[in-house]
Nanobody, 117 residues
Framework: DVQLQASGGGLVQAGGSLRLSCAAS????????IGWFRQAPGKEREGVSC????????KYKESVKGRFTISSDNAKNTVYLQMNSLKPEDTAVYYC??????????WGQGTLVTVSS
C-alpha cells in the first residue's frame, strides 16, 4: 500500500521557519514526483512545490519562491519542505502527494501550519 506520512506543522510567528517532512512507503520513491499542497480555510487546495527525486527537478508556486525549498532524501524515502520567512497567508493544512509528473494520485494526511502575525 502506498503510504505518505506528513509531519512538522505547528504554530510559528511571522518571519519564522518550519520544516515539513513527508515519509513515503509502498512505491518506488524515485519513479514519481512528490509534491506539497496546501488548503487554507475557505479556499481551494493549491500546489506549493514538487520534486522528482530521480532527476532533482523542482518547481514552486510563485508566492513561495525564495522562501521555501523542497528536497528529498532518497535513502530515507522522505521529502522535506523547508519554509522560511513565513507569512500569515501561508497558514493552511499542508498535504504531501505523489504521482507521475507531479500530478497527485495518492495523498497523505495533512499537517497544520499556523503563522501568527
Amino acid at each position: 500500500d502506498v503510504q505518505l506520512q506528513a509531519s512538522g506543522g505547528g504554530l510559528v510567528q511571522a518571519g519564522g521557519s518550519l520544516r515539513l517532512s513527508c515519509a513515503a512507503s509502498g512505491f518506488t520513491f524515485d519513479d514519481y514526483g512528490i509534491g506539497w499542497f496546501r488548503q487554507a480555510p475557505g479556499k481551494e487546495r493549491e500546489g506549493v512545490s514538487c520534486i522528482k527525486p530521480n532527476d532533482g527537478y523542482t518547481k514552486y508556486k510563485e508566492s513561495v519562491k525564495g522562501r521555501f525549498t523542497i528536497s528529498s532524501d532518497n535513502a530515507k524515502n522522505t521529502v522535506y519542505l523547508q519554509m522560511n520567512s513565513l507569512k500569515p497567508e501561508d497558514t493552511a493544512v499542508y498535504y504531501c502527494a505523489i504521482g507521475p509528473d507531479c500530478i497527485p494520485h495518492y495523498w497523505g494526511q495533512g499537517t497544520l501550519v499556523t503563522v501568527s502575525s
